[in-house]
């Protein structure tokens, strides 16, 4: 790599070194799209394709398994084969657990403090996923909800990525204040790049391009419910001081759904019940 000059600000750095191809973009878990391409086809899509399919993961074999068996959806007797966990579950809750752990796997650092920011964007990225999902029931293709919740914040892990490719070659160390700088400035331009790069269905892409946009279309139905899936998620990790002084009804995103009181609150409560279950499996 070539060391930059000090004209250069770091977002330009890093846009230089991933246009030269001087650092790598995380390769898209295979799983994710095979799943994608199953589910899309309606003919084809059935619990032994799924099962074939996430054979080929260990991890997410085990992981569908023990979802099977767990008190969720535990039924009579044990489950022992993945068809028969698949058909138990659901396809689409097995293929949402398939591409959380997939795509968790993608992003890890071996720096502290960035694995700890990594967890905290994870944590997020998942509520928001499951929100989405929720918020567009009976809106939009469930599994592409899902996905556009999960994914839509997919560059800031990304940056943090990248930095450790390539930190050493920069003229500074880099503070807190500076990396949440490069998030602002390159995770929609570096996450919209990644998920055309990953295949991933153009609804989700635009999504992840256009999801700063203030005030989607009438028929943005997916941009706007991955906004509001994300204005939960971000309100579900505050304390509950930081609540009260940043009620969820006054968020743009959340006012556009019309909920009551009541049922925004019997739906926080659902969200974070969901969570609670993916995040022993994923």
């Known amino acids: 790599m070539i ?84 058909g138990r579950v659901g396809m689409r809750q097995v293929a949402s657990l398939a591409t959380t752990i997939a795509t968790r796997g993608a992003f890890v ?39 556009a919740g999960l994914l839509h914040d997919i560059g800031k892990p990304l940056v943090l990525k990248l930095l450790d490719q390539c930190e050493k070659n920069l003229l500074e160390p880099l503070t807190p204040t500076a990396v949440e700088e490069l998030f602002e400035a390159l995770h929609v331009e570096l996450g919209h790049k990644l998920l055309q790069l990953w295949r991933i269905p153009e609804p989700v892409c635009e999504v992840t391009l256009r999801h700063h946009h203030p005030k989607p279309g009438s028929s943005e139905i997916l941009l706007a419910r991955v906004q509001a899936g994300d204005a939960v998620a971000n309100y579900l990790a505050l304390s509950d001081a930081e609540r009260m002084a940043q009620p969820i009804m006054e968020q743009e995103a959340i006012e556009r759904l019309n909920f009551t009181e009541l049922e925004l609150a019997d739906l926080l409560i659902e969200i974070e019940d969901q969570v609670a279950i993916l995040r022993q499996f994923a």
Do not use: M
């Not at 391409?37 to 899509?45: G, K, V």
């Not at 499951?130 to 293709?141: D, E, F, S």
């Open 3 to 86: 060391p930059p000059t000090k004209s250069q600000s770091l977002a330009d750095t890093l846009r230089s070194y991933v246009q030269r191809g001087e650092v790598h973009l995380p390769a898209v878990p295979g799983v994710t799209l095979q799943l994608q391409e199953l589910l899309a086809d309606e003919d084809r899509a059935d619990s032994h394709s799924l099962a074939a399919i996430i054979a080929t993961e260990p991890a997410i074999a085990v992981s569908t398994l023990r979802l099977a068996n767990s008190v969720a959806y535990g039924g009579l007797k044990q489950v022992v084969e993945l068809d028969e966990a698949v």
């Open 109 to 147: 650092s071996k720096n502290p403090l960035r694995a700890q920011r990594l967890n905290e964007l994870w944590s997020t990225s998942l509520t928001a996923a499951i929100a989405t999902r929720r918020l567009a029931l009976g809106q939009t293709n469930p599994e592409e909800a899902y996905l």
